[in-house]
């Protein structure tokens, strides 16, 4: 039992392909980060590694500041130093949607307790209401006044959380 757990760790540890960004890519991506990310969090660095978790997944790390790049969107990781998560809008969930939210699932009004100001389709992670620890990183559904006012639906999409491929590949790193 214990060569399968190795194997199955050997396997997913050779499928991340890492690279170093050139100094160019690394320009142009710092540009993107620009548009969507608060000025304070973006990494002042000359070159950025990726590391590939899959066909439209990557891992961005920058010193000590890492993001996650899913298709065409650039979100914090969720394991990121508490200082960046918080220079996004976040809602505060009760205990009994942890469970939903770390595993995948669309984060809903029922569960929200808090809200903090955000837009429709802006950046916003999810903390539980107990340990303020952050479960996820999605993007606003919702506008967060429209969202405070419903009763039910999906107000987070959440694309990044605890225990994903993402959050298990950066374990290997």
């Known amino acids: 039992m214990e060569c399968i757990n190795i194997l199955v760790l ?19 991506l710092l540009e993107k980060f620009s548009s969507i ?27 000590e500041t890492v993001a996650v790049q899913i298709k065409d ?3 914090p990781f969720v394991g990121n130093q508490r200082e960046v998560l918080e220079q996004f809008p976040s809602v505060t969930v009760d205990m009994g949607a942890v469970r939903f939210v770390c595993d995948g699932a669309r984060v809903m009004r029922p569960g929200i307790i808090s809200f903090g100001s955000f837009k429709k389709s802006e950046i916003v992670w999810v903390k539980d209401q107990t340990h303020d620890k952050a479960l996820a990183v999605g993007i606003a559904l919702e506008d967060s006044e429209i969202a405070k006012t419903m009763i039910k639906g999906s107000i987070v999409e959440n694309l990044h959380y605890v225990g994903d491929n993402i959050w298990e590949a950066y374990k290997q790193i």
């Open 73 to 75: 969107k650039i979100l």
């Open 10 to 28: 050997i396997t997913a540890q050779t499928r991340l392909k890492t690279y170093m960004l050139s100094k160019s890519e690394t320009s142009e």
């Open 37 to 63: 990310w608060p000025k304070e969090t973006i990494p002042k660095v000359k070159n950025i590694k990726v590391y590939e978790v899959d066909e439209n997944t990557r891992l961005l790390v920058a010193e």
